[in-house]
């Protein structure tokens, strides 16, 4: 199923009778929200293959029971004022006997999933087919599609300040990809070490050294890191998080960036600049990319990960020119790039301006959860302290001198997936403390998880 949180396979039994359960029970673990339109009847239909009649005759049935309401206007809802089930109205203390709660994932990197402009992107896929010629089903262009490059460069013009001439532009299969690329072939162009933030994402650590990098941990501090001992650690190439460090939080001091690109000079050792989530800055704009004012230096990340969601699976760098050449080289050997396709649907959900208005729903929506989430931390557990600036779609939490492990694990029996800052570090000191990312976090659950949280660290 494409329009509803659940997943729906033929299965023996009444199809009314198992649409019925699966809404009931997406309602009480908070997979749909109150308030949440559901899909109108004949869509449903059409996507469960179902007849109409089912669909009508099931959200007949909800009403009647008070999950569902009907509203002019605006169709059929999940009922505002229905009281949610035992799950998640239950206090936030883990019964060991009782089995665990159903996990929500509170990773820092997670969207809001259910938020996926499924309609505007069903609709640009269509008509990305539609536009397509024979000659555009061959094999995909190793460096982008075309069309994608040129809006893309438009688009990083407009909202980041890039330069970037489409040429330099490359479409990948996300930052991990792009990332694992560009190690390689620096590590092929005779790079050995490479400068990375401590902390940072540990993805970055593994592919650095699956490409036969050695990572060098560059420390971090409330300026964010410290470009200023670039120099005696002699690195050939250097990753940061400039515009939102993750997964601190913090910005990167403006005396820091221009020792960073200082260090760079004009394309002699290579800065990769991980803008992951720059589109989301709560109350003031994102600072200049690096890569707006070296761009020869500079080597630009940027992903569909949060703006959309993580199974878009579409990201793009923009390269030096005298990267791009190696990088080329490594995209058509692999024909690891996404499908056209899917390139085409982007470009066209860019060019309309559907992926500006959802990032700026997002962004509105991000927002209210961050406040939401820091005031009834700050009620349930006062002495929390937050790290880092008012952005992003996950919160630092310092805890002390808390296990941090163990609260993590406690979490987990309360329903919770958070991460440990701890699996961020490279070395053992830095900043301790719980990742809790809020993107896909229903408001409604705010207070819930605020207190659970509390209560683990009571007990911790
Ligand atoms: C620091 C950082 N950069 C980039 C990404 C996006 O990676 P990808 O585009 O491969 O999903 C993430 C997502 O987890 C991240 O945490």
């Not at 929506?365 to 790290?387: C, G, I, K, S």
Request: aromatic share 4%.
């Amino acid at each position: 199923v494409t329009l509803l949180p659940f997943s729906w396979q033929p299965a023996p039994g009444p199809a009314s009778h198992r649409l019925a359960t699966a809404l009931r029970e997406a309602i009480t673990d908070g997979r749909l929200v109150p308030g949440e339109r559901l899909p109108a009847s004949r869509l449903l239909a059409e996507d469960l293959r179902v007849s109409r009649w089912v669909v009508t005759e099931v959200y007949d049935q909800l009403k009647a029971e008070g999950w569902l309401e009907a509203r002019t206007g605006s169709g059929t809802t999940v009922a505002a004022t229905h009281r949610l089930g035992p799950r998640s109205t239950a206090p936030a203390g883990p019964d060991p006997d009782s089995p665990p709660a159903p996990s929500t994932d509170l990773s820092p990197n997670l969207p809001d999933l259910r938020a996926f402009p499924l309609s505007t992107w069903k609709a640009a896929l269509r008509r990305a087919v539609d536009q397509m010629t024979a000659a555009d089903l061959g094999y995909p262009d190793p460096l982008g599609d075309r069309e994608l490059r040129r809006v893309l460069a438009d688009h990083l013009r407009r909202v980041r300040g890039l330069d970037a001439d489409p040429a330099d532009v490359v479409v990948t299969s996300g930052t991990a990809h792009s990332l694992s690329l560009l190690f390689r072939t620096l590590a092929a162009g005779g790079a050995a070490r490479l400068g990375v933030e401590d902390p940072c994402w540990p993805r970055l650590l593994q592919s650095a050294r699956r490409a036969g990098l050695h990572p060098v941990p560059v420390p971090l501090d409330g300026r964010g890191a410290r470009t200023d001992v670039l120099a005696d650690l002699s690195v050939d190439a250097v990753c940061v998080t400039p515009a939102h460090q993750f997964p601190t939080g913090v910005v990167l001091a403006p005396e820091r960036r221009e020792r960073l690109l200082a260090w760079a000079g004009n394309g002699d050792r290579l800065v990769v600049e991980d803008d992951y989530d720059a589109e989301f800055r709560f109350g003031r704009p994102p600072v200049t990319a690096l890569a707006a004012l070296q761009p020869d230096a500079v080597a630009y990340l940027g992903s569909t990960s949060k703006t959309l969601v993580p199974a878009v699976r579409i990201g793009w760098m923009v390269l030096p020119r005298h990267h791009r050449e190696a990088v080329e080289r490594a995209l058509a050997d692999d024909r690891t790039g996404p499908s056209t396709v899917d390139q085409r649907a982007l470009a066209l959900l860019m060019a309309d301006g559907g992926y500006d208005r959802h990032v700026r729903r997002a962004r509105r929506t991000y927002r209210d959860r961050r406040t939401e989430l820091v005031a009834a931390l700050a009620l349930a557990a006062p002495r929390v302290r937050v790290h880092g600036i008012d952005a992003g779609l996950h919160l630092l939490l310092d805890v002390g001198s808390a296990d941090e492990q163990a609260l993590v694990a406690d979490l987990r029996r309360r329903g919770l997936q958070v991460m440990a800052a701890g699996d961020c570090r490279i070395e053992a000191a830095g900043p301790r403390g719980l990742l809790v990312g809020y993107g896909n976090l229903p408001g409604h659950r705010i207070p819930t998880v605020a207190r659970a949280i509390a209560e683990a660290l009571r007990q911790s």
